[in-house]
């Protein structure tokens, strides 16, 4: 079966074995005469996947009895609002750090709903770096400081956790989550959309320590309520039920792979494959400071407008698809998620040299 190395910031690669196993149920899970598709998320078959499903996920992210992890819809642009209106209930402040698109979506809809602080940003360096803040850069009354931990656009990722005090700390960690293990407690709501490591587009996770429930503003739509939604096991009304379906399956396929330290040094690997080259050579530049660089999506650009654009279309026939930079940037970006085997990484790199040998800067 012809399979490419498929480099989409997202939807990105599902693991082969993950598809497999899914196409091997697809017509009929178990012994149950239907797919998962098929089923009514509140039969007992159902309710069982959504159960082991939210365990399995507790279980790879060490996530403590105090925390609920809630399985809704709208992608992560619905966090944006969901957060402020369920945490934005005491001072009506917040915090933002702006590092790049997403971020900044998400501080913009965030200063619709109160008093919301731009605490630094990196737009003054194209989004390269990550702001190096302390505890004295937040409002102490702010009701919660918001950050965008691993930035999808621009490929970087922040190397630390921001001391927050007591302010609760909220992170975006769409296109980062399940790639390392993470300290969850240092976190008051972690949300991520499942398209970027976890599963198809549709399904949004949001980890959330139970004392920042309960307390939504009054206008809430009942949807965005954290409340309503773990109250009802994230069942108040249909869940994406195929989605959470093939995350179970993903999950499962990351504890067979030893968890989240394993999967750390397989993603560390494929990511220094990719680096060490680009530190190897000035035929490409990777903009980001290393510091600061994501192990998930990889920024590089020739310098030269043409030989991108023909790096991109070359790199497509040669089965290295979607590596385009985003629309915003230009350039070139490898998304090398969980899924992505170091194969791929490795022969990427073939490709870059061989690309280079091929098409000599003019002067060079
Ligand atoms: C992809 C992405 C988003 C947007 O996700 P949707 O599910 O499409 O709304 C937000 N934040 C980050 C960091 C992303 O990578």
Redesign the pocket.
């Known amino acids: 079966m012809y399979r490419v190395y498929n480099f989409s ?2 939807p990105s690669m599902l693991p082969l074995p993950v598809l497999e196993k899914a196409a091997g149920e697809l017509v009929s899970y178990k012994d149950s005469g239907m797919s998962v598709m098929e089923m009514s998320h509140r039969s007992p078959v159902y309710e069982g996947i959504i159960a082991e499903t939210q365990e399995l996920l507790r279980k790879l992210l060490n996530i403590p009895a105090n925390y609920k992890v809630l399985f809704m819809q709208g ?4 966090q944006f609002a969901a957060v402020p209106f369920n945490l934005l209930n005491g001072s009506g402040k917040a915090d933002y750090i702006v590092t790049g698109q ?1 971020s900044k979506k998400a501080y913009e809809e965030a200063k619709k709903y109160g008093d919301i602080k731009l605490v630094a940003s990196s737009e003054d360096k194209n989004n390269t770096y990550i702001p190096q803040l302390t505890k004295a850069d937040f409002r102490a009354d702010a009701d919660y400081v918001h950050i ?1 931990f ?3 656009i621009y490929g970087t990722k922040f190397n630390y956790i921001p001391d927050t005090g007591d302010v609760p700390l909220v992170a ?1 960690m ?2 980062c989550i399940l790639s390392e293990p993470v300290d969850v407690t240092k976190f008051g709501l972690i949300y991520a ?1 499942a ?2 490591n976890v599963a198809p ?1 549709g399904l ?1 996770i949001v980890i959330v320590r139970e004392d920042l429930i309960g307390k939504s503003r009054p206008d809430t739509p009942i949807m965005f309520d954290y409340k309503t939604m773990a109250d009802n096991d994230s069942m108040y009304n249909t869940p994406p039920c195929y989605p959470i379906y093939i995350a179970k399956l993903v999950f499962e396929w990351l504890l067979e792979l030893g968890g989240l330290e394993a999967m750390k040094k397989i993603n560390e690997a494929k990511a220094k494959v990719l680096y060490d080259y680009l530190d190897s050579t000035d035929y490409y530049i990777a903009p980001v400071e290393k510091a600061y660089r994501s192990m998930m999506n990889i920024t590089f650009v020739t310098g030269v407008e043409d030989l991108d654009k023909k790096f991109a279309k070359e790199a497509e026939k040669a089965g290295f698809v979607n590596i385009k930079g985003h629309r915003s940037v230009g350039g070139m970006r490898a998304s090398i998620y969980n899924a992505m085997p170091l194969e791929g990484v490795e022969k990427l790199v073939e490709f870059m040299k061989e690309f280079a040998k091929n098409n000599p800067k003019e002067g060079k």
């Open positions: 910031a997202g992608g992560a642009s619905t997403f965008c691993n930035n999808t975006d769409s296109s959309g398209q970027k587009a949004t």
